[in-house]
């Protein structure tokens, strides 16, 4: 069963750093694209950049480029979004979802969410 | 504002049927697959539609879907109070360098 499970809950003060992560079980994590989407309160999704971890390609939504990094770790099938320094603007719920096929493709398995809270 | 336009709301009694459109372009619905998502209230998003108008396994196939051009539609025939949910079409751009977007979602409402 494809399962992604997320960290918990973050609330973190503007300036601070932060590490979410998206750990996935039940395909093999190397041959799928993962996507964060962003969702902030009461809004739409966001999609926010994808990696390959089978190689780290990584590509970025123009309006989050610099913004944000996205990473992976395949020895423990482990996708992660962190800021270097966050925004009260950053507050929202953070998804991971694999796209299938390929980068183009649909996102078929969603992980259940991170809500980060930054407020002073 | 975003790249994918969705009716903000659509409402029908229970047992009805209700029609969601997603209108883009020729740089992302005109050459690329749609798929559609449902965002049930304080959950994740779930694959309704894929690849235009396949459905995933488990979807039940009171949903479809197609694409005419750089529009597609969503339907969902025999409501059901569960089906109260957020609606969102999405597809990959080839703007900008290429990324996925997503409409602005539709809230369904069953009467």
Not at chain 1, 20 to 27: E, F, L, Q, T, V
Not at chain 1, 30 to 48: C, D, F, H, N
Request: net charge neutral; proline share 5%; with cysteine.
């Amino acid at each position: 069963e494809v399962q992604l499970v997320q960290s918990g809950a973050e609330v973190k003060k503007p300036g601070e750093s932060l590490k979410i992560s998206c750990k996935a079980s039940g395909y093999s994590f190397t041959s799928y694209w993962i996507a964060w989407v962003r969702q902030m309160p009461g809004k739409g999704l966001e999609w926010m950049g994808i990696i390959y971890p089978g190689d780290s390609e990584t590509r970025y939504s123009p309006s989050f480029q610099g913004q944000v990094t996205i990473s992976a770790d395949k020895s423990t099938s482990t996708a992660y979004l962190q800021w270097s320094g966050l925004k009260a603007s950053d507050t929202a719920i953070y998804y991971c979802a694999r796209h299938y096929y390929d980068s183009r493709g649909p996102c078929d398995f969603w992980g259940q969410g991170t809500l980060v809270t930054v407020s002073s | 504002q975003s790249v994918l336009t969705q009716p903000p709301s659509v409402s029908a009694a229970p047992g009805q049927k209700v029609t969601i459109s997603c209108s883009g372009s020729s740089s992302n619905i005109g050459n690329n697959y749609v798929s559609w998502y449902q965002q049930l209230p304080g959950t994740a998003p779930k694959l309704l539609i894929y690849d235009n108008d396949k459905r995933p396994s488990g979807i039940p196939d009171r949903f479809s879907g197609s694409k005419s051009g750089t529009s597609a539609t969503l339907g969902i025939i025999g409501l059901q109070t569960g089906d109260e949910a957020d609606y969102y079409c999405g597809t990959w751009d080839s703007s900008l360098s290429g990324r996925w977007v997503f409409g602005g979602g539709t809230k369904l409402t069953v009467l």
